[in-house]
């Protein structure tokens, strides 16, 4: 009798665990979409009952993840080209935009106060600039009291797809920078960090510093960034309407596999460093996708007032629409 009960209980457990973990939607990769996608995966199990579990990395790992087939999708901010989503076996659906921050740690300067040129950019995270009171930057800011300190520059040390998105800007205004995901830095008073929240950590905690950071993360975390000098020689500061109005100058388009990377647009208005960031699924992992489908369709239809609180700005409505017919023709008849 205790045999056959202990057993009987024993499946049952057995059984609500498998169930359980079927149950489980799992990603894993870039840090920059990490408070959105959690925000929406709480709101998505609250309406659904379905689980979204989402490990926050970098980029790279992402990418390595859904290759290697050890979750359900993998979360980058790099785009990949159709020849690279093809040799990998991959598909992939843009799912939110946002922006990259140029954060500082100034006694005395207050969020926006510190204007920075694009050669001012490229000499700090080039090394040629190492003390805050040079000329390339005291110059542009004649009403700061900038010390004659050292300027620590903080840099992400992971395989990151806001370090990619960087240094695609750093490309565009100097091309002795290479776009990456992990740049070899020559800066003499350089700090590393390995995420997105690691960088906010460190800046915290250094004075006279400076670094990148999503934009979300900033504004969460009420950190000091720069107004950039953009394309048309406007100092901008990151926020809603900069990013909006830079996104109505990226090109995007479904039929290459949105193989665009959307830095440094045109516009008088536009902050230049914008970026997306991106779901891949597996070609060969159909079990799996339709629910991964399904919840980027919920984003699409139920997450841009969460992406907007949290400083992200929704994709257009447009390409949403693209997308939706794009995976219906092509992933989910297959």
Not at 9 to 21: E, G, I, P, R, T
Not at 165 to 188: E, G, K, M, S, V
Not at 196 to 212: K, L, Q, S
Not at 306 to 331: C, D, H, N, V
Request: glycine share 6%; with cysteine.
């Amino acid at each position: 009798m205790r045999r056959g009960r202990y057993k009987t209980v024993l499946m049952a457990v057995m059984l609500w665990v498998s169930c359980s973990y079927a149950g489980i939607i799992e990603g894993r990769g870039a840090t920059f979409p990490n408070p959105i996608y959690k925000a929406w995966s709480a709101a998505y199990f609250k309406t659904t009952r379905k689980r979204i579990s989402y490990i926050p990395t970098d980029s790279g790992d992402g990418l390595a993840s859904i290759q290697n087939k050890t979750v359900d999708f993998g979360a980058s901010d790099m785009p990949l080209s159709p020849e690279a989503l093809e040799k990998k076996k991959l598909f992939v659906f843009p799912t939110v935009i946002g922006a990259i921050a140029i954060v500082y740690h100034l006694n005395g300067v207050e969020d926006g106060a510190l204007k920075l040129s694009r050669e001012a950019i490229s000499a700090i995270f080039d090394g040629k600039v190492a003390f805050w009171d040079d000329p390339t930057i005291a110059n542009l800011n004649p009403s700061l009291k900038l010390p004659h300190m050292p300027i620590r520059v903080i840099v992400r040390s992971d395989a990151s797809g806001t370090t990619y998105n960087f240094t695609y800007f750093l490309h565009q205004i100097n091309i002795q920078f290479q776009a990456t995901q992990t740049p070899h830095w020559h800066i003499p008073h350089k700090i590393e960090a390995a995420s997105n929240a690691d960088v906010w950590a460190c800046m915290h905690e250094t004075p006279n510093a400076i670094g990148y950071i999503e934009y979300s993360y900033k504004k969460r975390l009420q950190m000091d960034a720069a107004q950039i000098e953009n394309r048309s020689g406007k100092f901008i500061s990151p926020g809603k309407h900069s990013i909006q109005e830079a996104l109505t100058h990226a090109q995007w388009d479904e039929k290459n596999y949105y193989y665009t990377v959307i830095t440094d647009p045109e516009g008088m208005g536009s902050y230049p460093m914008i970026e997306s960031t991106f779901l891949f699924i597996s070609q060969e992992k159909n079990a799996t996708n339709k629910a991964v489908i399904d919840f980027i369709d919920w984003i699409y239809r139920n997450g841009d007032q969460k992406a907007m609180a949290l400083g992200y700005i929704p994709l257009p409505e447009k390409i949403k629409e693209r997308a939706r017919t794009f995976w219906k023709s092509q992933y989910l008849d297959r």
